[in-house]
């Protein structure tokens, strides 16, 4: 069904899409919509056949449109690219939160133009760009799908395209997960962006406590090594997740502090053992979803 895929933006994840698509759609034609620097590093790595920094050359004839892109830039497009794509055409994003993209989406792609479908693949690494694309990033990953609004309900057929896609996500090993837009940014607030922020802070507290001699960075192991790898992740990659998902986030970050000030009054006590174990479960029930 998709035989010429467009992807706008072909950075860590929009690359990521376009290799996993060539292994596990060969016959499909991917084309690149990006600065004409990033298109031809994609090129070079095999993930598009094409690149076009016009946008209408890139939708033209696309059976697959995907938005790989910050937050707020695919909102300000979306007018532009449903006046543009084709009818027959699927349009998913990739963003990171979905209430803010899917309600503007709902005033785009109106009745007799392209099919929008929100998504978000729970998948990432802290360096961002073509260069760290990967074709098996979104391999044991959950892929979360937003259920359209004449779509997706238990026992209810899906539609054509859309189906084509969720079976394509698990094509590539990722697992596809069906929700609506507040249930999905009220759990990423939680899963993915308060991790983000926790690593932010930790990584300030450490900064801070550094002494002119190198203390106590000098000292750390893999340990903080591995609990900072989030903290490699850049600003501009979250600004626009922040902003459109604030007020879930600000909830998750009340629930951090209190759960923080728990523990300082738990220092010496007992009690500090049962968090330890409680935490412990979680891990494992995290590993075992791998």
Same mark, same amino acid.
């Given at each position: 069904m998709f035989r010429r895929v467009a992807v706008?933006?072909?950075?860590?994840?929009?690359?990521?899409?376009?290799?996993?698509?060539?292994? /596990?759609?060969?016959?499909?034609?991917?084309?690149?919509?990006?600065?004409? /620097?990033?298109?031809? /590093?994609?090129?070079?790595?095999?993930?598009?056949?094409?690149?076009f920094e016009d946008l209408g050359a890139a939708l033209a004839g696309a059976d697959l449109i995907y938005l790989a892109l910050p937050v707020g830039v695919a909102i300000e497009m979306l007018p532009l690219i449903a006046h543009e794509a084709p009818a027959h055409a699927l349009v998913t994003d990739a963003s990171s939160t979905k209430r803010a993209?899917?309600?503007?989406?709902?005033?785009?792609?109106?009745?007799?133009?392209?099919?929008?479908l929100g998504g978000h693949p729970?998948?990432?690494?802290?360096?961002?760009?073509?260069?760290?694309?990967?074709?098996?990033?979104?391999r044991g990953a959950r892929y979360a799908l937003i259920r359209p609004v004449m779509g997706k309900a238990d026992g209810e057929k899906l539609e054509p395209r859309v189906?084509?896609?969720?079976?394509?996500?698990?094509?590539f090993g990722a697992q596809p997960v069906w929700l609506d837009a507040e249930a999905h940014d009220r759990a990423a607030a939680i899963v993915s962006h308060l991790p983000q922020l926790l690593a932010v802070a930790l990584a300030g507290v450490v900064r801070d406590q550094?002494?002119?001699?190198?203390?106590?960075?000098?000292?750390?192991?893999?340990?903080?090594?591995?609990?900072?790898?989030?903290?490699?992740?850049?600003?501009?990659?979250?600004?626009?997740?922040?902003?459109?998902?604030?007020?879930?986030?600000?909830?998750a970050l009340e629930k951090m502090i209190l759960a923080l000030e728990q523990l300082r009054t738990e220092l010496r006590s007992r009690a500090l053992e049962d968090e330890f174990s409680a935490a412990g479960e979680l891990y494992k029930i995290l590993r075992d979803l791998q």
């Amino acid at each position: 069904m998709f035989r010429r895929v467009a992807v706008l933006g072909t950075g860590l994840i929009g690359g990521s899409f376009a290799l996993a698509l060539r292994k /596990h759609a060969p016959d499909a034609s991917i084309v690149g919509w990006d600065k004409a /620097h990033v298109l031809r /590093h994609a090129r070079e790595r095999g993930a598009i056949d094409d690149g076009f920094e016009d946008l209408g050359a890139a939708l033209a004839g696309a059976d697959l449109i995907y938005l790989a892109l910050p937050v707020g830039v695919a909102i300000e497009m979306l007018p532009l690219i449903a006046h543009e794509a084709p009818a027959h055409a699927l349009v998913t994003d990739a963003s990171s939160t979905k209430r803010a993209v899917c309600a503007a989406a709902r005033d785009c792609f109106l009745r007799g133009r392209a099919l929008f479908l929100g998504g978000h693949p729970m998948a990432g690494r802290e360096n961002a760009g073509i260069a760290a694309a990967d074709g098996e990033l979104f391999r044991g990953a959950r892929y979360a799908l937003i259920r359209p609004v004449m779509g997706k309900a238990d026992g209810e057929k899906l539609e054509p395209r859309v189906a084509e896609f969720a079976a394509l996500v698990e094509s590539f090993g990722a697992q596809p997960v069906w929700l609506d837009a507040e249930a999905h940014d009220r759990a990423a607030a939680i899963v993915s962006h308060l991790p983000q922020l926790l690593a932010v802070a930790l990584a300030g507290v450490v900064r801070d406590q550094t002494d002119e001699t190198g203390l106590p960075v000098t000292l750390a192991g893999r340990g903080l090594r591995d609990a900072l790898r989030l903290a490699g992740s850049p600003y501009s990659i979250w600004r626009d997740i922040v902003l459109t998902n604030t007020d879930n986030i600000d909830r998750a970050l009340e629930k951090m502090i209190l759960a923080l000030e728990q523990l300082r009054t738990e220092l010496r006590s007992r009690a500090l053992e049962d968090e330890f174990s409680a935490a412990g479960e979680l891990y494992k029930i995290l590993r075992d979803l791998q």
